[in-house]
T-cell receptor
Framework: TQLLEQSPQFLSIQEGENLTVYCNSSSVFSSLQWYRQEPGEGPVLLVTVVTGGEVKKLKRLTFQFGDARKDSSLHITAAQPGDTGLYLCAGVASWGKFQFGAGTQVVVTP | GAGVSQSPSNKVTEKGKDVELRCDPI?????LYWYRQSLGQGLEFLIYFQGNSAPDKSGLPSDRFSAERTGGSVSTLTIQRTQQEDSAVYLCASSSQGGVITFFGQGTRLTVV
């Protein structure tokens, strides 16, 4: 079983601070996705990274895929209360079967 | 439809009863996935449908769980003889191509009492 570990499990920061969430595995993935989930809602796809070493930016969010395609990070600059949510990473090992991490709960207080 | 629709949004059932959860994917999406999310846990893969291919059922936790997809569109996840450990949020997702999830539904919160 391929295991995706996310860290930290919980992160509470003040508005304006920066944060980084990590997603690590001992296995190689063909691609990796990041989602944000709010209470009572399904996860919403933020980004898909495919190439080792790839960096994608989405406004204040920066996503990086490790060179070996085993790990990824999500960095948020100047966090805002609207960034609060559960951040999930999902590795694609084979068609249709995603391995999800347990998620990082991020709370940004005004 | 505009998004992935799941019903009911909440379901409370007595232990031992059967339940059916419905997923209506985005029109035209050929791939459909069911996941289960327990409190404080990540998403657990249950089953994957892709077009007319045989579904990947490798994530179903027991033979009490089954799913079908009729006409390549609506899917129903059935749990027979529910147990308390089946309590979770059941999420459905669809995509226009297999391998890359694009949209999730809001989920069905199942509580077995």
């Amino acid at each position: 079983t391929q295991l995706l570990e996310q860290s930290p499990q919980f992160l509470s920061i003040q508005e304006g601070e920066n944060l980084t969430v990590y997603c690590n595995s001992s296995s190689v993935f063909s691609s990796l996705q990041w989602y944000r989930q709010e209470p009572g809602e399904g996860p919403v796809l933020l980004v898909t990274v495919v190439t080792g070493g790839e960096v994608k930016k989405l406004k204040r969010l920066t996503f990086q895929f490790g060179d070996a395609r085993k790990d990824s990070s999500l960095h948020i600059t100047a966090a805002q209360p609207g960034d609060t949510g559960l951040y999930l990473c999902a590795g694609v090992a084979s068609w249709g079967k995603f391995q999800f991490g347990a998620g990082t709960q991020v709370v940004v207080t005004p | 439809g505009a998004g992935v629709s799941q019903s009911p949004s909440n379901k409370v059932t007595e232990k031992g009863k059967d339940v059916e959860l419905r997923c209506d994917p985005i029109s035209g999406h050929t791939a459909l996935y069911w996941y289960r999310q327990s409190l404080g846990q990540g998403l657990e893969f249950l089953i994957y449908f892709q077009g007319n291919s045989a579904p990947d059922k490798s994530g179903l936790p027991s033979d009490r769980f089954s799913a079908e997809r009729t006409g390549g569109s609506v899917s129903t996840l059935t749990i027979q003889r529910t147990q308390q450990e089946d309590s979770a949020v059941y999420l459905c997702a669809s995509s226009s191509q297999g391998g890359v999830i694009t949209f999730f539904g809001q989920g069905t919160r199942l509580t077995v009492v």
